[in-house]
T-cell receptor, first 113, second 112 residues
Framework: KQEVTQIPAALSVPEGENLVLNCSFT??????LQWFRQDPGKGLTSLLL?????REQTSGRLNASLDKSSGRSTLYIAASQPGDSATYLC????????????FGAGTQVVVTP | ETGVTQSPTHLIKTRGQQVTLRCSSQ?????VSWYQQALGQGPQFIFQ???????GRGNFPPRFSGLQFPNYSSELNVNALELDDSALYLC???????????FGPGTRLTVL
């Protein structure tokens, strides 16, 4: 059974520091991995989607890497800003799973001015 | 812009009642999934509809049921509400299975 873990559960950094968020999964037979952002009480905003054949994806200050063999993904956010404060969730899609997402519990990030 | 909308935004019900939540999106997004997110946890998959048919189901009892309509809008119905059903309910659309997925803002359900 696929399990997705995110460590740490919470993180606080001063503005300008780089953020490093970790995601691990137990079954490497994934189709893709997606990172989401969630503001309090709101829905999920897709940040980056990495296909299983890719090693990384980049969008602006965001970069996500994927190491399928070790079951790990890392989301890097460069030069953090107070507006980056949110919960970040990773989710994997397994093969033969109708595309359903298996989520981690998230990392709550606070960026202090 | 995928334009995923959910209604209502918030809802308060009492134990034993029934509730219907709605999700709508742009035409062409033929796959819709529903997730339940309890406080402090990641979303849990309830079920998925593809071209109006249930395509997969998570570990939820039959009192959770759904529909997808020809215009791709969708409903989630929950019967015999329990206190543990209190959660944020999210719908998620995509253009086909395994493609990038887009979430609506969610419906916050409170069961008293």
């Amino acid at each position: 059974k696929q399990e997705v873990t995110q460590i740490p559960a919470a993180l606080s950094v001063p503005e300008g520091e780089n953020l490093v968020l970790n995601c691990s999964f137990t079954d490497s037979a994934i189709y893709n991995l997606q990172w989401f952002r969630q503001d309090p009480g709101k829905g999920l905003t897709s940040l980056l989607l990495i296909q299983s054949s890719q090693r990384e994806q980049t969008s602006g200050r965001l970069n996500a890497s994927l190491d399928k063999s070790s079951g790990r993904s890392t989301l890097y956010i460069a030069a953090s800003q107070p507006g980056d404060s949110a919960t970040y969730l990773c989710a994997v899609t397994e093969r033969n799973s109708w595309g359903k997402l298996q989520f981690g519990a998230g990392t709550q990030v606070v960026v202090t001015p | 812009e995928t334009g995923v909308t959910q209604s209502p935004t918030h809802l308060i019900k009492t134990r034993g009642q029934q509730v219907t939540l709605r999700c709508s999106s742009q035409s062409g997004h033929n796959t819709v999934s529903w997730y339940q997110q309890a406080l402090g946890q990641g979303p849990q998959f309830i079920f998925q509809y593809y071209r109006e048919e249930e395509n997969g189901r998570g570990n939820f009892p039959p009192r959770f049921s759904g529909l997808q309509f020809p215009n791709y809008s969708s409903e989630l119905n929950v019967n015999a509400l329990e206190l543990d059903d209190s959660a944020l309910y999210l719908c998620d659309i995509s253009l086909g299975i395994y493609n990038e997925q887009f979430f609506g803002p969610g419906t916050r359900l409170t069961v008293l």
